[in-house]
């Protein structure tokens, strides 16, 4: 795969999609001291850059190839780029989607490919669904569309970092690329190492989805033993084996963010800057509070998609808050007594705190009974003198950290 296969891409996708906007970002370039510029895939007509792959491989089938259809697997945005591409090209295809797919992706990838698309929901995670979108291929003989492990899916991929290039005035200086499986990252180091080789690239991956930092550290594609899918678009278990080599070669540096982390981004996106990023989207801007970034310097963030269920912002917002220590519950032991609760309210609770979650049941064979509190914080630096109220205070208290079983029970 090279950057003249990224560039005969491009050309096949001209007359499909235009470029996406390339924006300046006030709020993110005040953070770093330089000029960051946010890549808008979520403007594409399916809200992500995995049109571009789908489009470029779905395309160059010959005429047997598509009448015998394509069978595709996704978390929802590469299902999305299939289903536009076969309504366009009149393909008919199969579309293999896990059961943790937002509801409105799933609707979304019906709307874009019409009649000539069924979706197929199978599987909890999206390594279920592409075993089960294989099998189909095999058995029928329709053509199997990748996400990210096709060389002609990594070049439609590589068009993004391309049409950078030709809207900037001069080359950035670093480019943070979002990473799941590996397509969009293969894709732009591919074609920078042949084009501009001194562009720095980070890849950014969830860290409940380090996948492709678990394959250079173990030499070759590995399977995760386990995956948080809340970074859906790029919670994949294993990265490609085309995938892989390109960006063991390109010596990319890898950066894992805080499922947290995301999270806080995506509401200053959505609050500050009016944009909509799903979790995956927010994956690039996310990062750049812990990376390097040299002042006056000129960074592109590739926020990959838009396809947020607006019913996941509760979820969202409290994950941000716990991330940035202004949630905490504990277990409290209350006294079977009149005026427990009264005196907690008093002698533990900050004028600033409030009381967002209070579970209890009076249980009058017992002379205490535990209550799971949750409180949110005015400021996170009052956590050390609200713990030491409570150690001073009668109930006995405990805190749940958040590694803590229960406490992913009550998220």
Not at 150 to 167: K, M
Not at 229 to 247: C, E, K, L, Q
Not at 279 to 284: E, I, M, Q, T
């Amino acid at each position: 795969m090279s950057a003249v296969d990224v560039d005969a891409a491009a050309e096949r996708l001209r007359a499909v999609i235009g470029p996406s906007p390339l924006q300046i970002s006030a709020r993110l370039s005040d953070a770093v001291g330089g000029e960051v510029w946010i890549k808008r895939e979520d403007l594409q007509p399916v809200r992500s850059y995995k049109i571009r792959g789908a489009y470029n491989l779905i395309a160059q089938l010959d005429d047997a190839e598509k009448a015998r259809g394509v069978v595709c697997a996704s978390a929802g945005n590469h299902a999305q780029g299939v289903a536009f591409a076969c309504s366009r090209l009149g393909v008919e295809a199969r579309v293999y989607l896990p059961r943790t797919t937002p509801r409105q992706k799933r609707d979304r990838v019906a709307r874009l490919g019409g009649k000539v698309v069924k979706v197929i929901v199978i599987g909890n995670t999206y390594d279920d669904a592409a075993a089960a979108a294989a099998k189909d291929a095999a058995e029928s003989g329709a053509t199997l569309v990748p996400a990210f492990d096709d060389e002609r899916t990594v070049a439609g991929q590589g068009t993004v970092i391309r049409e950078v290039l030709g809207q900037l005035a001069d080359p950035p200086d670093t480019v943070i690329v979002p990473v799941g499986g590996g397509g969009l990252l293969a894709g732009t180091v591919a074609y920078l190492g042949e084009r501009h080789p001194e562009i720095r690239v980070v890849g950014v991956e969830p860290a409940g989805a380090a996948s492709m930092a678990a394959a250079l550290r173990e030499g070759g594609p590995t399977t995760l033993a386990h995956v948080d899918p809340f970074v859906d678009g790029a919670a994949v278990r294993r990265v490609g084996d085309v995938t892989f080599p390109i960006v063991r070669d390109s010596g990319v540096v890898l950066e894992p963010v805080a499922e947290g982390r995301v999270c806080v981004e995506m509401l200053a996106l959505y609050q500050t800057d009016g944009i909509i990023a799903e979790p995956a989207g927010a994956l690039a801007p996310a990062a750049l509070e812990q990376l390097d970034i040299p002042h006056g310097s000129t960074t592109v963030c590739l926020l990959s998609g838009g396809n947020n269920d607006v019913s996941r912002y509760a979820d969202v917002v409290e994950r941000a808050l716990v991330h940035e220590g202004r949630k905490h519950y504990f277990l409290v032991e209350f006294p079977q007594e009149p005026g427990a609760l009264r005196s907690f309210l008093d002698d533990v609770l900050g004028p600033d705190d409030d009381i967002t979650l209070f579970e209890y049941i009076k249980r009058s064979n017992r002379e205490t009974g535990p209550a799971l509190v949750g409180l949110e914080l005015g400021d996170p630096a009052d956590l050390e003198a609200l713990l030491a109220r409570m150690e001073a205070a009668p109930p006995q208290i405990e805190r749940i950290p958040p590694d803590s079983p229960l406490f992913r029970f009550i998220l």
